[in-house]
């Protein structure tokens, strides 16, 4: 039984291991791939929100399936949870401002106003709405929080698990245009916040949750204000 156990454990942890390599993969080697660049810019951006989109279902299916889903899995509403959320949402907004009134406007935030504004119709609705508002938050999510805090809740009482998961975020944000130390402090702030959100609540759903509210809130706010 306890071998089972262990057995299973060394399962979560290799699959932990390769669904980071997998992010990766995506966003750092593919993108460079001959057939890649030949796509037009709409079939690029999209190819690559599939590619997440595969992935992020994986690994859905995947922790569904673990046997950390009976404790990560579950939705419990509780008011001091709900305080929680609005409290880290206000923290995301100042850190937001804070970062962008202090550093340069980061890489990804860039590619992100590029995208927005060459993009129409069907690639536009998906790479920048539904990819922004769900996919994005999903797939982070249950890769960077389920998995990965997960794996590491042997060394959660030294925040390691917390520290460690909101460094790969940050990274997972900045490897793909090169590293810029600003733009990892920005999203490693982002990440400890998402991170502690898991932690507190023990629920996937509500890191989702949170994650999906910052973004579709920027979402709103650029489309409203600067029109994409």
Same mark, same amino acid.
């Given at each position: 039984?306890k071998?089972?156990k262990?057995?299973?454990?060394?399962?979560f942890?290799l =699959? &932990?291991?390769?669904?980071? $390599? &997998?992010y990766?993969?995506i966003?750092n080697?593919t993108?460079? $791939?001959?057939?890649m660049? =030949?796509?037009?810019?709409?079939?690029?951006?999209v190819?690559?929100?599939?590619l997440?989109?595969?992935? @992020?279902t994986i690994a #859905?299916i995947?922790?569904v399936? *673990?046997?950390?889903w009976?404790?990560? @899995?579950?939705?419990q509403?509780?008011? *001091?949870y709900?305080?929680?959320?609005?409290?880290s /949402?206000?923290?995301? /907004?100042?850190w937001a401002n804070? &970062?962008?009134? !202090? /550093?340069?406007?980061?890489?990804?935030?860039s590619?992100?106003?590029e995208?927005?504004t *060459?993009?129409t119709? #069907?690639s536009?609705?998906v790479?920048r709405?539904?990819?922004t508002?769900? !996919? =994005?938050?999903?797939s982070?999510?249950v890769?960077c929080r389920g998995?990965l805090? &997960?794996?590491l809740?042997?060394?959660?009482?030294?925040?390691?698990d917390?520290?460690?998961s909101?460094?790969?975020?940050?990274?997972?944000?900045?490897?793909q245009?090169?590293?810029?130390? #600003?733009?990892f !402090?920005?999203?490693?702030?982002?990440?400890?916040i998402?991170c502690?959100?898991f932690r507190?609540?023990? *629920?996937?759903?509500w890191a989702?949750?949170?994650? =999906?509210?910052w973004?579709?809130? $920027?979402?709103?706010? #650029?489309l409203?204000v600067?029109?994409?």
């Amino acid at each position: 039984m306890k071998k089972m156990k262990e057995m299973k454990e060394m399962k979560f942890h290799l =699959a &932990t291991g390769l669904l980071i $390599l &997998t992010y990766y993969l995506i966003f750092n080697v593919t993108s460079g $791939l001959d057939f890649m660049v =030949a796509l037009s810019d709409n079939m690029y951006y999209v190819f690559q929100v599939l590619l997440v989109l595969i992935l @992020g279902t994986i690994a #859905t299916i995947a922790f569904v399936k *673990s046997e950390h889903w009976k404790e990560c @899995g579950r939705f419990q509403f509780r008011w *001091s949870y709900l305080g929680v959320f609005l409290l880290s /949402f206000f923290l995301l /907004f100042v850190w937001a401002n804070l &970062t962008t009134y !202090i /550093f340069p406007r980061t890489q990804n935030g860039s590619v992100v106003v590029e995208v927005a504004t *060459s993009l129409t119709g #069907t690639s536009y609705f998906v790479t920048r709405i539904l990819y922004t508002s769900i !996919i =994005a938050p999903v797939s982070e999510e249950v890769v960077c929080r389920g998995f990965l805090m &997960t794996s590491l809740s042997k060394v959660k009482r030294y925040y390691l698990d917390v520290l460690v998961s909101a460094a790969i975020f940050g990274a997972m944000h900045v490897l793909q245009y090169g590293w810029i130390t #600003t733009d990892f !402090i920005k999203y490693f702030g982002m990440g400890l916040i998402f991170c502690m959100m898991f932690r507190y609540t023990r *629920s996937i759903y509500w890191a989702i949750a949170l994650h =999906a509210s910052w973004n579709s809130f $920027l979402l709103i706010v #650029t489309l409203l204000v600067f029109g994409y």
